[in-house]
């Protein structure tokens, strides 16, 4: 589709340095950084950070001290920031293959493989896609792409590159040893407070508030009543990164959704079950009869309200699937047979090259899910399943980042589409069990990647449209960067696992690493392939998630999410949305003008991204030294809560006073707003 009224920043004819080894070695570096980073955030939370902003000032800092060109930064961002993508799509659907059972250990040649495979596929899919797409889309009017607007403008703004860059890798260091400092247990990063309650025929409740006071002595005093815990926020910097980030009102969601968890549910179900679950297994205590109850029960039901929250985030984006629905039969009647072009910067891999690729990896995931199911019917349908659903959920996803930003792309709920028609269709054909739980989620997992990197790289091409980059040299770049991420990014995921389990831990699933994405396929999963759901218990979460819509709750999707992780996770998420509010209400206050605003605005984004950035670094070593079973040193063995308290309003007073401080003088130019 020629463009006629558009001028990119570097003009057509203008030669700059652009497809050069440092830019993409650079860009290689931080997608695996930023992809480990993002990894160790959704297993632990739920959710990742966009890397596009990260990226795009690591990578200008970098290349400025080289006198690089802003095209070579333009592919130090595109491949930087792909790794996010893919990890994405990783933590949602990897880690279920371990929960749900398929795959028995995730620590073998087999799992490494397959693992890898699934997100090497699945993102490549997702860039052939997008080449068949990208003409009409990037240049579509109707398309703001704000993310893709701001991302452009921070690298035009080249020159407070080296500002912004020191900022974030300061706070990368402080969320690091802050992290170590609390591992290292200098102070108490989490604690619990026991609550008591007693029988139905006492009057007074009891609650025990006394951080020494362990639940079984607690209990004796109450007889057949019961010990809840409720914990307060962890020390986490990451938490707290996330939680300024998404702002208080989704950062109060998602607490409120843990409040119901293990403020009414988990309480009252200890209350009448407690006793009967001690004596019918002894090895318990009251700790264990909490996570028997949250686990068995409490989750099916946030598991239920899950799946209302992502189908009813489908229901409230309908218009936009249909319209990215029929786009995306339109598009590839356009492009489909288009020229080869001269300019730069409408320039893609050839058609050729793309249906030769997409006819290679459908052969090879009918391969792959015959191996998983264990028969050629089950791959076939699998295999057209993907491709199918996987094309118009590229354009679909495509589509609503360019309205809303990949920030806010609901891949997890089109990823849940794929694997409830996928599962449907693998009961139709009689494939069952394992092999069928197993075909099911490799869907899912390829769908979820190939939808996750279709919107992030149409977000990357959007900004070479306004810079003045060439689209073939992006795609290259972030095929590359699909390669070397899918090959790494299964170590973060095994490190994280295993060193999970040699602290005393479940790995996939337990506390601390909930994944409650994958938790939720897995779950789906294996309740229709399986029929081993808790049907009843997802009914009510069903209900519950209707409750929420009757209400007008703004994402019951969120609320959920936060039922199914520990309440130290949403606690310090909420703790983070409210240093948000702070932090702009401090703002207002002082009678900033706009310019003043923007660089409090992009001063707070660069300082809970490498918060969060540098907790994720420090925690991969950490789970490193975990699965080499090195013994970490201990400074305390008791570590004080009171000094965890300090430790959190030190992170408190420093995210609420940098950016305010970053205001700068009112004759400055307002600078680009990173929206996240």
């Known amino acids: 589709m020629p463009e006629t009224t558009h001028q990119s920043y570097i003009p057509e004819k203008t030669a700059v340095q652009e497809f050069t080894f440092r830019a993409v070695l650079l860009g290689l570096v931080m997608t695996v950084i930023l992809g480990a980073a993002n990894a160790y955030l959704g297993l632990r939370a739920g959710m990742t950070i966009a890397a596009t902003y990260p990226a795009a000032v690591i990578g200008m800092a970098v290349l400025r001290m080289l006198r690089g060109s802003i095209l070579e930064e333009n592919i130090a961002r595109t491949v930087g920031s792909i790794g996010e993508s893919v990890a994405a799509g990783a933590i949602f659907t990897i880690p279920a293959f371990v929960i749900s059972g398929a795959w028995k250990s995730f620590g073998t040649p087999e799992a490494y493989w397959k693992s890898t495979a699934l997100m090497i596929v699945g993102g490549v899919l997702g860039i052939l896609f997008v080449t068949l797409l990208r ?88 007889g057949v009543g019961g010990v809840a815990s409720a914990s307060g926020p962890a020390v986490s910097p990451a938490y707290l990164g996330v939680g300024y980030i998404i702002g208080p009102r989704l950062g109060a969601l998602n607490f409120a959704g843990g409040v119901l968890a293990w403020g009414l549910l988990v309480p009252a179900l200890v209350y009448f079950l407690g006793p009967q679950l001690l004596q019918s297994n002894p090895a318990l205590d009251w700790e264990g009869v909490n996570q028997a109850i949250w686990k068995g029960i409490v989750r099916p039901i946030a598991v239920g309200g899950m799946l209302v929250g992502a189908c009813y985030t489908l229901f409230r984006m309908r218009k936009s699937l249909a319209i990215g629905m029929r786009r995306a ?60 659903l996987g094309f118009f959920f590229a354009a679909v996803s495509g589509n609503l980042v360019g309205l809303i930003g990949s920030s806010n792309n609901p891949v997890s709920g089109l990823t849940l589409s794929t694997l409830i028609v996928a599962a449907l269709l693998m009961v139709s054909i009689g494939v069952s069990g394992m092999s069928g739980v197993a075909a099911v989620l490799g869907v899912a997992a390829v769908v979820c990647v190939s939808s996750a990197v279709a919107g992030e790289m149409l977000q990357d091409l959007k900004v070479g449209h306004i810079l003045g980059g060439t689209p073939r040299s992006m795609q290259i770049g972030d095929i590359l960067g699909i390669v070397v ?15 999970d389990i040699n602290a005393g831990g479940t790995g996939f699933g337990g506390k601390e690493l909930a994944a409650p994405q994958a938790g939720l396929m897995a779950s789906l999963a294996q309740g229709i392939v399986n029929h081993q759901m808790a049907w009843p218990l997802v009914v009510v979460g069903i209900f519950l998630g209707l409750a929420l819509i009757l209400v007008q709750v703004r994402s019951p999707m969120l609320f959920a999410v936060g039922m199914y992780l520990p309440l130290e996770t949403t606690f310090a998420l909420f703790i983070g949305g409210v ?41 991969l070593v950490i789970a490193g030294l975990q699965f080499a079973r090195i013994k970490l040193p201990a400074i305390f063995p008791s570590p004080s809560v009171w000094a965890g308290l300090a430790a959190l309003i030190l992170l408190a007073v420093l995210m609420v006073r940098l950016p305010v401080a970053k205001a700068g003088s009112p004759d400055e130019p307002a600078p680009p707003i990173a929206i996240m």
């Not at 701001?150 to 035009?156: C, E, F, G, V, Y």
């Not at 604690?191 to 639940?215: C, E, M, N, Q, Y």
């Not at 288009?338 to 990896?361: H, M, Q």
């Not at 991420?485 to 060193?499: E, R, S, T």
């Open 135 to 222: 003409r009409v889309m990037v240049t579509d009017p109707e398309l703001p792409y704000p993310e893709s607007v701001a991302a452009s403008q921070i690298h035009i703004a080249g020159q407070r590159g080296a500002q912004a860059a020191k900022l974030l890798f300061a706070n990368m260091g402080i969320g690091a040893v802050v992290y170590l400092l609390g591992k290292f247990k200098l102070f108490a990063a989490s604690h619990s407070f026991p609550i008591s309650v007693g029988t139905p025929g006492k009057t007074a409740v009891r609650l025990s508030w006394t951080f020494g006071d362990p639940p079984q002595a607690a209990a004796a005093s109450v």
């Open 329 to 388: 039969v339109s598009d590839l009647r356009k492009t489909g047979g288009t020229a080869v072009v001269t300019e730069r910067r409408d320039r893609d891999l050839s058609a050729k090259t793309v249906f030769l690729g997409l006819g290679a990896t459908l052969i090879s995931m009918v391969l792959l899910y015959t191996y998983f199911s264990g028969t050629l019917p089950g791959g076939l349908v699998a295999a057209l399943v993907m491709i199918v």
């Open 485 to 499: 991420a899918g090959a790494a990014l299964y170590f973060p995921l095994l490190i994280l696992h295993q060193g």
């Open 579 to 619: 240093l948000r509010w702070l932090t702009d209400r401090v703002r207002d206050r002082r009678g900033l003008n706009d310019a003043q605003k923007g660089r409090v605005e992009n001063a707070g984004v660069l300082t809970a991204s490498g918060l969060i950035a540098g907790e994720a670094m420090a925690g």
